[in-house]
């Protein structure tokens, strides 16, 4: 799972500018091999699942995750009202593997509190890539145990001590 924020979209020749950020929501291998793998009635379920797991995520950085800025060089941090985005599903890899993913693309604007549309700060966005990844991940897990009884096994990561989970009796091939 990764939420590419990093990835700037239709970026400008201004200083840095950018229109809006790519946030993107991968469910784990083997939960996406278990959508591709199921009946229609389950494959519902795990989508239903992930639509509910990234929407929570966007709520909770709704909340305490994007900001604005104002001020000289941007120093006073403004709340928003809420961004605007629009969410696109894609059911595959580029490799043609399952991969059940959404691509939430966020406008680099928002509402502050005081009505004014102003940038999103996206260094708070930034540092909270690998939370708000690993918040989605805990969340579809909940979701997916709940509707489907699922169990989770926890695998090890090529560039990190810390595991990651699948589910349970999905082999790695």
């Known amino acids: 799972l990764k939420i590419k924020a990093e990835e700037r979209i239709a970026e400008a020749k201004l200083a840095r500018a950018v229109a809006g950020f790519d946030l ?14 199921a009946d229609g009635g389950t494959q519902g379920v795990i989508y239903a699942a992930h639509q509910q797991a990234h929407a929570h ?4 950085a709704e909340q305490c995750v994007f900001t604005s800025r ?16 629009a969410a696109f599903d894609h059911w595959d890899s580029r490799a ?4 059940l993913h ?10 502050s509190a005081d009505g004014i549309w102003r940038t999103l700060d996206s260094r708070g966005m930034f540092r909270a890539t690998v939370g708000l990844s690993e918040m989605y991940n805990g969340v579809l897990s909940d979701f997916l145990t709940q509707a489907l009884g699922l169990g989770w096994e926890s695998t090890r990561r090529l560039h990190s001590q810390v595991p990651k989970y699948e589910v ?6």
């Open 24 to 37: 993107t929501f991968s469910a784990p291998k083997s939960v996406s091999v278990a959508w591709a793998l």
């Open 57 to 60: 995520v966007l709520r909770y």
């Open 70 to 85: 104002s001020g000289k060089n941007g120093v006073v941090q403004e709340e928003i009202r809420g961004v605007v985005g």
């Open 96 to 99: 043609g593997d399952p991969q």
């Open 102 to 111: 959404t691509h939430v693309v966020v406008m680099n604007r928002a509402q």
């Open 168 to 173: 349970a009796g999905v082999p790695q091939e």
